[in-house]
Nanobody, 123 residues
Framework: QVQLVESGGGLVQAGGSLRLSCAVS????????IAWFRQAPGKGREFVTA????????TYADSVKGRFTIVRDNAKNTVYLQMNSLKPEDTAVYYC????????????????WGQGTQVTVSS
């Protein structure tokens, strides 16, 4: 079993920055691709970004490309999401998730999920 715990959410003004963390425990961290998804009020959960388990290949949703950066620290079993130039439409609960299969943007391919952290961007 794998446990994921997000932290770092909060309230920020438009144009500001936040860094989210996803701490992973329970099994070998390098076994998993890690992704961030988000869910805005009244909307479905959407893919944000993902990083591969060993080569740190990354992929981003078009809506965040150039503003968000995902990195993983295998020594600390932690993945970070640096979010810059935040916009009100980035407001959502952000979830990190772990997958053992291929690197993917598909929600159903991720087996393990954290509880989420709220990010609110004011205009």
């Amino acid at each position: 079993q794998v446990q994921l715990v997000e932290s770092g959410g909060g309230l920020v003004q438009a144009g500001g920055s936040l860094r989210l963390s996803c701490a992973v425990s329970g099994r070998t961290f390098s076994t998993y691709h890690i992704a961030w998804f988000r869910q805005a009020p009244g909307k479905g959960r959407e893919f944000v970004t993902a990083i591969s388990r060993r080569t740190s290949i990354t992929t981003y949703a078009d809506s965040v490309k150039g503003r968000f950066t995902i990195v993983r620290d295998n020594a600390k079993n932690t993945v970070y999401l640096q979010m810059n130039s935040l916009k009100p439409e980035d407001t959502a609960v952000y979830y990190c998730a772990a997958a053992e299969g291929p690197l993917t943007t598909r929600e159903y391919e991720y087996n393990f999920w954290g509880q989420g952290t709220q990010v609110t961007v004011s205009s």
